[in-house]
């Protein structure tokens, strides 16, 4: 048992979820007790999707309990493809299948007999696995159930497409700020003459899925969600990948050059050099920012990094490279995959911090006292608590981190973004600290304090402490509409039942 | 308005139960700031800690008064011993915190594995002195609202049974109440007390926010109806004292078990009776309790008036329009009986649970309040059927649909207005004084939808999107 308030990933059949309810026609049917159809809460408040959430829960009950599932999977299944003729029913397990333990590929088994769409079960254990790796094994599941049915159809495509062409991998529902990185992924993909094959899995069908050996290679912008796929795709049909983030100015560079090696080793003939130093040096403002005197100004100002693999690492990699910000540490919560991220940061910062707990975190920044903090929502609120700004870079995250402005990470347009996130974090703190210095904007008191300063009534104790318990924002209008509504009816002391009358009869 | 219809019973019906809700462990959310010395510590897994994260939002950041204690791989398969690691989190709880009480949540994991949340409390409650109060609100087993009955059920169980002081004692040994009545003269505070009716001690149960219940109290003790105590109280340290013989009264909808236990096991007398929801339901509530303490009510017709008057501007908003409750919370029969009395037509009721005996005066006012207003009896479905819901929605196309997040934002899309039903049972709803408040919410959609009524953009999806 572990005593914890706060969690950077979900549990496992989230990860599954977003999978699934990120293609075109897939339906989820969850394994779970009444209640944990969370998920479709938050895809609806936060990413306000229009449509409903294609998941569903085959309840566990106490009769589910006693007698096992029975027919009642197979059933909500079956119901489900007829209701609405999905191409894919991934039958998702969760903790408490985890344990019952039924025989849910039976279940799959049974209801693809009758089920017109296909049907598969996610082969996650809730305890193994958290909600990244589910969602990168579930991803590689159903890209492999699909090319291997083609397969024996023979309906697999041979032969690469005529011109260079690519799979964008990892882009999902509920990723950070996933769809904007998505659209300038394919704005890139168009400036450098390759053609998307498909992009999976957010908006994809899974018919498309046949074709993705005829990309002439991958990209896997994400750290966290694809490799496995590419890994598959590479052995199957020995597709090259791209694992760089195009995220900076740096690491895009990098990752638009190994493209080029991996077009070139394919018989292209591209050569992306004048395209880079044009992108580089009048597109982006990221490299001319780097030379202003603003950046100038944060030499060696401290920050701290917290996030998960990708950005954190990418993040890290801007301030300490393209701003000479000073990187004291710099942390991941995929302990998982730490090796990955020591390698990748190690020589851009002072240390390297791996945990999953909150606490620790809060205490290493409260340690630190960086300028300015880039983590999640949870660094976020440290910060607010310390005093320090804070960028968000990374899940978890909140409704207000799922913009509808187009702000991109990835890509050119992405490094001008994350300078300006870069840049506003850090000069909110100078001018808070000049304010501070300065005493305040304005030292000018206060001098009278409303009309109701001398009432000549007198507020009673429990009046007093009912007042007390409004909220802030209202209570001087409380107090002042209570305090007209005795002087009309002539009360000299307030209580409690004169505020609540008082309450009643304006209706306030 | 339909033609007058002869009267019918109320027609009960039930589905298969795919519906989303709340998991009831949502209850530690409202209960830990009810209860201020409190510690509620959730025994599941990552699935409940990432709803009760996400659920809960920013009062996460607020060190709140709750944690979970996050199974693992040995604790399923009995490689780590329950009782050592319950009793290393709850040391370092105590530690950290010093509550008054902790309170064990068991989840639908604890129930499968079925770990002995009841027997081991006692014991490690004389290890650690401290009490250990044991619920279990699983989704197994309950719904949403349902978390904070099987709570307040387990508190009832720890309510003083004797009031520890004799009248004559009093005086002396309860400092804060001499504090308090300090500088009045014996005189007023024998006052005080004869602006009460002698009648048997009267305990309410439900967690209410503190204005709320200080509304409550007072609107009794205008009846001269004293309120002895509230189940549950600020802090744990002063729950009511219950008495063989006590009267009991619920001041929400879901709280059968918490009656339950109070009837059978503290021997109380329960005033079943409408809940204290819009002003008829308030109005109903007073009412029953006065007739049982055989009161005859004061001013309450001109009270309920005067309040109706006042909401007048809202109730024109919604008078004549239809409404359907897909059912997650336990407050729809009510809100129901309320909605129909300011003129709205229901079409249809879900409700996760009805509890047909507990719930017997609000169903009666329902029916009641049905014919008053000549509006059809409507069905109220048990467990429903979301999807199947939704294909009657498509269908009456109500004016109105109160229903959870999940289906919020794409019924909105399809130009069919919502509200959001958990907002109800956060807001303060309950008493005259809050009849506004309900109101506020309920016409928020429509009022919205006035200000853009104009701009021709009610169907937000394309047309080959399947609804």
């Known amino acids: ?508 | 308005m339909t033609v007058a219809q002869q009267p019918e019973a109320l027609n009960f019906e039930c589905e298969t139960g795919n519906y989303h809700t709340f998991c009831p462990i949502s209850c530690v959310a409202w209960l830990y700031q009810k209860i201020e010395d409190s510690f509620f510590l959730v025994i599941g897994t990552k699935t409940c800690g990432y709803f009760l994260q996400n659920a809960m939002g920013v009062m996460i950041f607020a060190e709140p008064r709750y944690a979970m204690a996050e199974l693992e791989e040995g604790d399923i398969s009995a490689q780590l011993n329950d009782y050592e690691e319950l009793k290393r989190l709850c040391e370092q709880i105590k530690r950290d915190r010093n509550p008054s009480v902790i309170v064990w949540i068991g989840t639908c994991t604890t129930e499968i594995i079925k770990t002995d949340l009841e027997g081991l409390a006692p014991k490690l409650e004389a290890d650690l002195g401290i009490p250990i109060v044991v619920a279990r609100a699983n989704g197994l087993d309950y719904a949403f609202t349902q978390g904070e009955d099987t709570v307040l059920a387990a508190m009832a169980h720890r309510c003083p049974e004797k009031s520890p002081v004799s009248e004559t004692e009093k005086g002396e040994r309860n400092a804060i109440q001499k504090l308090m009545n300090f500088g009045k003269k014996k005189e007023d505070i024998a006052q005080d007390e004869s602006e009460y009716v002698d009648h048997p001690p009267l305990v309410l149960f439900g967690s209410l926010p503190d204005p709320v219940v200080t509304q409550l109290t007072l609107e009794l003790k205008k009846q001269g109806i004293k309120v002895s105590g509230w189940l549950p109280a600020k802090r744990f340290t002063e729950l009511p004292v219950i008495e063989e013989g006590y009267y009991v009264a619920g001041v929400n909808p879901f709280l059968s078990r918490t009656a339950t236990t109070l009837m059978r096991r503290r021997k109380c007398k329960l005033i079943g009776a409408p809940f204290p929801i819009g002003p008829d339901g308030t109005r109903a509530w007073i009412e029953k309790i006065c007739s049982v303490f055989g009161i005859t009510p004061q001013g309450l017709d001109e009270r309920e008036a005067q309040i109706w008057a006042g909401v007048e501007d809202y109730v024109k908003l919604i008078r004549g329009k239809s409404v359907f409750l897909m059912g997650d919370n336990l407050l729809e029969i009510s809100m129901a009986r309320f909605l129909i009395r300011c003129g709205m037509t229901v079409q249809e009721i879900g409700i996760p649970y009805m509890d047909k005996r507990y719930q017997a005066a609000e169903l009666a006012l329902l029916e009641k309040t049905c014919q008053e207003m000549n509006s059809p009896l409507p069905t109220i479905v048990e467990k429903p059927d979301n999807y199947n819901q939704l294909q009657r929605i498509y269908e009456l196309k109500p004016d109105l649909v109160i229903t959870g997040m999940a289906h919020a934002n794409p019924l909105e899309a399809r130009g069919i207005n919502t509200k959001w039903s958990v907002e109800f049972t956060f807001a303060q709803i309950h008493g005259f004084g809050n009849t506004r408040d309900i109101l506020e919410l309920v016409t928020r959609p429509l009022r919205r939808n006035n200000n853009l009524k104009d701009l021709g953009w009610d169907k937000l999806v394309r047309e080959e999107a399947k609804i």
């Not at chain 1, 790796?133 to 590689?140: N, S, Y």
């Not at chain 1, 910000?325 to 190690?346: L, M, P």
């Not at chain 1, 020589?347 to 903090?373: F, K, M, N």
């Not at chain 1, 409690?496 to 009358?501: I, K, Q, S």
């Open chain 1, 1 to 508: 048992m572990k005593l914890a308030y706060w969690m950077y990933s979900g549990p496992a059949h989230i990860g599954t979820l977003r999978i699934a309810s990120s293609f075109k026609n897939v339906h989820a049917i969850m394994h779970a007790p009444l209640g944990d159809d969370y998920f479709n809460v938050m895809r609806s408040m936060l990413s306000r999707e229009r449509n409903f959430t294609p998941v569903t829960t085959s309840v566990v009950d106490r009769n589910v309990l006693a007698r096992g599932s029975q027919e009642k999977v197979v059933d909500n299944i079956t119901r489900k493809d007829a209701e609405e003729h999905p191409d894919l029913i991934v039958l998702t397990p969760t903790c408490t299948s985890s344990i019952l333990q039924e025989d849910l590929h039976n279940f799959v088994e049974r209801a693809q007999l009758e089920a017109k769409g296909d049907v598969m079960l996610a082969d996650v254990n809730h305890y193994r696995y958290n909600e990244l790796q589910a969602a990168d094994r579930t991803l590689q599941q159903i890209v492999q159930y699909y090319i291997e049915k083609a397969r024996k159809k023979g309906e697999l495509p041979t032969g690469k497409t005529a011109k260079p062409s690519v799979n964008i991998f990892g882009i999902s529902t509920l990723g950070f700020h996933n769809n904007h990185d998505c659209t300038e992924l394919k704005r890139l993909m168009a400036d450098l003459g390759i053609e998307v094959n498909t992009v999976i899995p957010e908006g994809a069908s899974v018919h498309e899925l046949k074709s993705m050996p005829q990309a002439w290679f991958n990209l896997v912008p994400y750290r966290e969600l694809g490799l496995t796929t590419a890994k598959y795709l590479e052995e199957e049909f020995g597709t090259p990948y791209v694992d760089i983030t195009p995220m900076g100015v740096v690491e895009t560079a990098r990752c638009i050059r190994k493209i080029q090696q991996v077009i070139n080793a394919q018989g292209g003939e591209v050569d992306y050099e004048d395209f880079i130093n044009e992108q580089t040096l009048h597109v982006s403002q990221a490299a001319w920012f780097s030379r202003s005197i603003d950046c100038q100004n944060l030499t060696g100002k401290k920050a701290v990094v917290f996030g998960d693999n990708t950005h954190a690492a990418a993040l890290t990699k801007i301030l300490a490279r393209e701003m000479g910000i000073h990187v004291v540490w710099a942390g991941t919560y995929c302990k998982y995959d730490a090796d990955w991220f020591r390698e990748q940061v190690s020589e851009y910062c002072d240390e390297v911090l791996i945990t999953d707990d909150h606490g620790e975190i809060g205490d290493a920044i409260a340690r630190v006292e960086p300028s300015a903090i880039f983590g999640t929502q949870m660094e976020r609120h440290v910060g607010k608590r310390l005093d320090i700004p804070c960028g968000v870079i990374a899940a978890p995250i909140h409704v207000q981190n799922f913009p509808i402005g187009y702000k991109p990470f990835m890509g050119y347009e992405g490094t001008n973004q994350i300078t300006d996130l870069i840049y506003n974090s850090f000069t909110l703190g100078m001018e808070d600290h000049l304010l501070e210095i300065f005493g305040g904007h304005d030292t000018k008191e206060v001098i009278t304090k409303g009309i109701s300063a001398e009432s000549g009534l007198n507020w009673t104790k429990d009046g007093q402490a009912e007042l007390n318990k409004i909220p802030g924002f209202v209570r001087g209008k409380v107090k002042r509409n209570t305090e007209k509504f005795a002087r009309e009816r002539g009360f000299k002391d307030i209580s409690a039942e004169v505020l609540y009358a008082a309450k009643e009869s304006v209706g306030a």
